[in-house]
């Protein structure tokens, strides 16, 4: 009943966990911070050990080396066996869990009365299959555990052939670093790989997520060196993850509000893409080409300068785009010409303002009868600018 109950907590949407986001990454933190010290060798506090202090065992000479790699089903009932909830993941077809658990390991001294409990110990991965009724048998430690580091927060791909976890082990080049391991058809593994610096950095990395489309969301303190956790988003092509994209998400949240503010990312992405590709950028600052529109358009254009401080949304025709140095004193407002500095560097012309996108074609249309054939129709608000649809 204890792994049914678990197993239904773990298909609860991610956020729920996240009661309180800094305080659950402040725990795990401490966790791989304090791999296999015992109460009172260490605080919890302390900063990480240095890389080379990690590769020596901490682990007391009484502890045997094979106990703590020999485990069986009864582990799963031990209460010093302590599963983390929110470290679950379950492959497609429900029948394999993937698992973190805190393990305390007893250290044998006379009589079993005697025996002593570590009171901490660092993360360890774990498998076991699911029956029918939600019970998990069969427990297997992962073969890239250690005495020395922890290994922890699995995540499953979408077709359970990768799994990706966190390890503060001596292949990190951070606090904590993603890895990603293939889970082979006879059931075995391949070399753990860590993902690079294109995702890890000399801070933590935690919590990664693979959605449908492969793409991994993970969180990182990055950004704020060592404090706040903001989440990242990699597409994974051809088994290589791309450049992570910071997501305007809260972190610990769920996991679907992830995948929405990375296809809104990307949508903003495409459109400022698709914008680039529109845009006259002209390599001859030349003050000719505003000339001529005035003379061509000067009688017909309507409207008057946009308020760029403003958040009203109007449509007009973008003429160009000039770097540097381009004076906007010799034309007329009143032809409807008017320009704004961007941040990129560019100072961007606008013909017109209209409040209906059939008014801007209309525009359009004309001033390509007149030549103007890479002018197109653009929305404003404020200063941002998008693609009417």
Do not use: C
């Not at 909830?85 to 006379?110: C, H, P, W």
């Not at 077709?159 to 292949?171: A, C, I, R």
């Not at 590709?277 to 000067?298: K, Q, V």
């Amino acid at each position: 009943m204890k792994k049914l109950m678990i197993m239904m907590l773990a298909m609860v949407p991610f956020g729920t966990f996240a009661q309180s986001a800094q305080d659950d990454y402040a725990s795990v933190d401490n966790m791989f911070k304090t791999s296999y010290a015992y109460l009172g060798y260490n605080s919890i506090h302390n900063e990480m050990t240095s890389r080379e202090d990690k590769k020596v065992s901490i682990l007391p000479t009484d502890a045997i080396d094979e106990d703590m790699f020999k485990v069986d089903d009864l582990l799963l009932a031990d209460p010093d066996f302590d599963i983390q909830e929110n470290m679950i993941s379950y492959t497609k077809d429900q029948k394999t869990v993937f698992f973190s658990a805190k393990r305390k390991i007893k250290l044998k001294k006379g009589n079993p009365e005697n025996i002593k409990i570590l009171k901490v110990v660092q993360l360890q991965l774990f498998k076991a299959n699911v029956q029918e009724n939600g019970e998990w048998v069969n427990l297997e430690m992962l073969p890239f555990n250690s005495k020395s580091h922890s290994t922890g927060h699995p995540a499953l791909n979408q077709n359970d052939t990768k799994l990706y976890f966190v390890s503060d082990g001596p292949e990190s080049t951070g606090k904590t670093d993603i890895f990603v391991v293939d889970l082979l058809e006879d059931g075995t593994y391949g070399k753990p790989e860590n993902l690079g610096s294109e995702i890890n950095s000399e801070e933590r990395e935690v919590f990664p997520y693979v959605d449908e489309s492969s793409v991994l969301y993970f969180e990182s303190d990055i950004e704020t060196g060592g404090n706040e956790l903001n989440v990242f988003a990699s597409k994974i092509i051809d088994n290589e993850p791309t450049t992570p994209v910071k997501l305007d998400v809260q972190a610990n949240g769920y996991k679907m509000d992830y995948v929405v503010a990375y296809t809104e990312a990307m949508r903003l992405a495409d459109e400022a893409a698709n914008l680039r590709d529109l845009e006259i950028l002209l390599e001859a600052e030349s003050l000719a080409e505003i000339t001529r529109i005035e003379e061509a358009f000067g009688d017909s254009m309507t409207g008057t300068a946009y308020d760029f401080s403003g958040d009203n949304v109007v449509y007009t025709v973008q003429i160009g785009a000039f770097k540097e140095n381009v004076k906007t004193d010799t034309y007329n407002e009143s032809s409807g010409l008017f320009n704004q500095r961007y941040d990129d560097g560019f100072n961007r012309f606008y013909s017109g303002v209209f409040e209906t996108y059939e008014d801007a074609i209309a525009h359009l249309e004309q001033m390509k009868k007149d030549g103007y054939d890479d002018a197109f129709v653009l929305g404003l608000k404020g200063k941002n600018r998008f693609l009417p649809e």
